[in-house]
Each structure stands twice: as structure tokens, then as C-alpha cells.
């Protein structure tokens, strides 16, 4: 329906508005990790606290160290940099015991521990050790993304340690300093791939990664990007290689044959489109044997399920139904959603939702429980647009009104993100509409506002970009 086609079109002064005033709020009163409302000590009061950690190197103030402050459980709770003073300020820390601090600086590295947090203000200090400090121990496996079967021979490498995986895919690595690292793994034939892990003091960190095997043939490395006018596919040079036809898309991805499945929200149909750009199947449900009269209608997200039925955001009828090869209604949710933009079936049967118009993520089981979420009032999401569970569990969220794209672990901590209220990359985001992680670790981001397509390495540099009118949409082949 109209009104919920022009919120996701992002016009509206009122919801830029509520954006705005959300991101001010969590740069203000939770630095980096704002949606964390559990991150506490032993506790010794309900009241918060600001906790000042100053860093030294060479017993003078070190300007721009990276702090990370973890808890008792060794939970991130947030990061920031020292400023000119040496000084990084964590605000709304819950009181309590066994708070950790770390902090890095290039080569140099340390750690205050057994922090005691009282309301008011906590004190830490500091002093930077050259090629010391802190570390842990990584270990993990690696596998075949497609197959599961364990990769022998993947170089890994973190924090200046490198390994080699076993027969069994099994490795480890030694003296990791503490702190956020970047684990990158290579290996001959697979995409090569990064991920962030926070490696914990004198602990042993253990990581699951999974290669996907390098894609072949003539669509290898091609980029879709949807516009309000159509869906534009790129080869890897940037060059437009096909144009794919619909009334008012709002989605369009690869399938793994090459073929392009575009959620046409103007002409109230799924379309798929084969290697050569024709239409070769409309998902609609229009008659009343199929789906209910009318069929589906504004519907801005659509995605293949492991059982080659498609499941569709049904954005103007606050629902997300599965429609078989026959066009027939065999699933559906719409309890309580509100302008849901996108969903995705789990490996486990469970669908995931980002239920847009009430500010949350869910995981609904099939007989339609939640058992997992994401804002509506317990964290801080804004006008989220789409969510990708990732392979090693997490959760990759697409939060438009707050301007960024983060990562949360199952225990809702962020472990990643770019955007408003990241010290990472420095990347201005303004209304991103979607987040894709790739199959090298990278994130590639339509960038609405800023009328560009972009892809983020883990570290938030962008290591690629293409022009576009206000993108709702990007996927990668």
C-alpha cells in the first residue's frame, strides 16, 4: 500500500527524524556497543556508571588507543579511542565487579583488570607495553561452506600469528594479543575470508569458519543493484552487463544457477528472470485457490528456501508467506508484524524476519513462536530493513533508521558494525537499505542516502563502490 512504499523509499521528514534522535542517543549513552542491556559484573547496583580509562605509552598520554572495556564474563560492553588527554570515557556501565580493560595501540598493547565499576565515576589506568600486553589462545576448525566436510591446508592468520589446518580442519594459534582481531583464512580455490573475534586475556577462543568455494562461470563476480526503476546487474569491472524489467522493485538476488529473483513491490509479484534476462516464472497467489483474493501485494523482499519455494516479504499485507512451483500459499506468519521488508529461511526450518515497522528482528520456528529478537523495546533498533543470519551464527542487521550495519552474536553483543557510532573505517552511512556478507568476510551495503553501492573489508575500509540513484538493494553472484 502507499503509505508503507514511501517509509521504505526513506522520504518521509518523520521518520529521518526518529533516526536521527535514535543514533544521537546511542552515540551518546553507549559509545560502540549500545545494544547491549545485559553486559553487567557481579552486580552492586541498578544505577549506571562511567567508567574513565587512561592509557600511557612511555609514561606519557597515548591519543587515539583503542579501549575495550569487557565484563565480568568477559562480554564486550564497548569501545572507544583515547582522546588527546589519553583518556576514553565509557558511559551507562552498569556497577559491578571484574571489569576488564584493554587496550591496543599498533604494536603496543595492555590491560587493566579487576576493575571495580561504583555509581558515579570508576578510574582505570593503563601503561602500553611494546610487543607485550595481553593474549589468548585461538583455536578453531574450518570447513567446506556447501559440503561441511573439513578443509586441510588453510592458511590462518591473526594478530601476527599464523597456522596451517590439520586433515581434521582442526588449528590453532598461540599469543593472539587481546582485544578485537581480524582472523583472515586462504586457501586455493575458496573465496578468502575474514571475521572479527574478540580474543579474551589467558583464555583459550574458540572460532568456527567456513570457505565457500570460489564461484565459476559466466556470473561469477557480478553485482545486482535495485532501483526504483529496475535492477541493474555489473559485471566485476563495473561495467552493466543486463537490465532486469519491474514496475517498482525492491529486492533482487542471485540463485545459485545465475538466475535473478526480483520482488517487484509496484507490480505485486515476485518475478524470476533466467541467465539470459527473461521472465521465466511470476509468483503472485492472485487467485483465490492460491493464496486469498487479491494475492500478495507491495511485497518488498523475496528469497529462495533450501526446498526451491519462495519466501516473500508481503509488505502491504503485514506478512510473510511461502509460495510453492503452483503459485499455492503452503506457510505464512502475520502475528503482530508491521511492514515486514525482508525474509530468509534457516537451515533450521526457522524464518527470519525483519518485522520493519516495529523496530525488530525475529526468528519464528515453523509452527509461528518467536524464539529469538532484536529490538521492539528490548534493544535500540531503528526501522531495521533486512537481516542476514551468517554461518557462524550471528546476526547481520541492516538498522536503516540508526544509519549503521552491525553484527550480534546470539547472546545479543555486538561484535561488529559501520556506521553511526563506529570508530571503524569512519564510514558515513545514511539510510542503508540493505547489508549482504559476502562469502570473503566483506559486507557489501546499499547506501541509500548516499547514492552508492559499497563493499567494507572487516577492518571498515571500502574496497569497492558503484554509483547509484538512491540503491534499496545490492547482492553479489
Not at 93 to 116: F, K, Q
Not at 278 to 289: A, D, E, L, N, P
Not at 355 to 375: H, K, Q, Y
Amino acid at each position: 500500500m502507499a503509505g508503507e512504499s514511501e517509509m521504505h523509499r526513506k522520504s518521509s521528514t518523520h521518520i529521518r527524524l526518529l533516526a536521527a534522535l535514535a543514533a544521537v542517543a546511542l552515540v551518546a549513552g553507549c559509545g560502540r556497543n549500545g545494544l547491549v542491556t545485559g553486559a553487567t559484573g557481579g552486580s552492586t547496583g541498578s544505577s549506571s556508571a562511567e567508567v574513565d580509562v587512561t592509557v600511557t605509552v612511555s609514561g606519557q598520554p597515548d591519543s587515539g588507543a583503542l579501549v575495550q572495556l569487557v565484563n565480568s564474563s568477559q562480554s564486550p560492553v564497548g569501545e572507544e579511542k583515547t582522546d588527546d588527554t589519553g583518556v576514553a570515557v565509557f558511559q551507562n556501565v552498569t556497577p559491578g565487579s571484574g571489569y576488564t580493560a584493554i587496550a591496543t595501540d599498533g604494536g603496543n598493547s595492555g590491560e587493566a583488570s579487576g576493575i571495580l565499576v561504583t555509581a558515579g565515576k570508576t578510574l582505570a589506568s593503563i601503561q602500553l607495553v611494546t610487543g607485550g600486553g595481553p593474549a589468548g589462545l585461538v583455536t578453531g576448525s574450518v570447513v567446506n561452506a556447501s559440503t561441511q566436510a573439513p578443509l586441510a591446508g588453510v592458511k590462518i592468520s591473526a594478530g601476527g600469528q599464523s597456522a596451517t589446518s590439520d586433515s581434521s580442519g582442526q588449528f590453532q594459534l598461540p599469543d593472539v594479543p587481546a582485544g578485537s582481531e581480524v582472523v583472515n583464512a586462504q586457501l586455493n580455490g575458496y573465496n578468502s575470508f575474514s571475521e572479527t573475534v574478540i580474543v579474551k586475556s589467558g583464555t583459550s577462543n574458540a572460532i568456527s569458519l567456513q570457505l565457500q568455494p570460489q564461484a565459476t562461470g559466466p556470473k561469477a563476480g557480478h553485482t545486482l543493484i535495485t532501483t526504483s526503476t529496475g535492477v541493474t546487474e555489473l559485471d566485476p569491472w563495473s561495467d552493466v552487463v543486463a537490465h532486469y524489467s519491474a514496475s517498482e522493485p525492491f529486492s533482487a538476488v542471485f540463485e545459485p544457477n545465475g538466475d535473478v529473483l526480483v520482488a517487484d513491490g509496484g507490480g505485486n509479484e515476485v518475478s524470476l528472470f533466467g541467465t539470459t534476462g527473461t521472465q521465466v516464472t511470476s509468483y503472485t497467489g492472485r487467485s483465490w485457490w492460491q493464496m486469498g483474493i487479491g494475492g500478495i501485494s507491495d511485497p518488498h523482499g523475496a528469497s529462495l528456501t533450501p526446498n526451491n519455494t519462495v519466501l516473500v516479504a508481503d509488505t502491504g499485507h503485514d506478512q510473510v508467506v511461502e509460495l510453492n512451483g503452483s503459485n499455492q500459499k503452503i506457510w505464512s506468519y502475520s502475528s503482530g508484524l508491521s511492514a515486514p521488508q525482508w525474509a530468509e529461511r534457516l537451515p533450521s526450518g526457522d524464518t527470519l524476519i525483519a518485522d520493519t515497522g516495529n523496530n525488530r528482528i525475529i526468528e519464528v520456528n515453523p509452527s509461528g513462536s518467536i524464539v529469538w529478537a532484536l529490538g521492539g523495546g528490548t534493544n535500540i533498533v531503528n526501522h531495521p530493513d533486512m537481516a542476514q543470519r551468517l554461518s557462524n551464527g550471528d546476526t547481520l542487521v541492516c538498522d536503516s533508521g540508526n544509519n549503521r550495519v552491525m553484527e550480534i552474536n546470539p547472546q545479543d553483543m555486538l561484535v561488529w558494525m559501520v556506521g553511526a557510532g563506529s570508530q571503524m573505517g569512519n564510514i558515513q552511512l545514511n539510510n542503508p537499505s540493505s547489508a549482504r556478507r559476502l562469502a570473503t568476510g566483506n559486507t557489501l551495503i546499499a547506501d541509500t542516502g548516499n547514492n552508492r553501492v559499497i563493499e567494507v573489508d572487516q577492518s571498515g575500509n571500502i574496497v569497492w563502490q558503484a554509483q547509484a540513484q538512491q540503491p534499496v538493494f545490492a547482492d553479489r553472484f
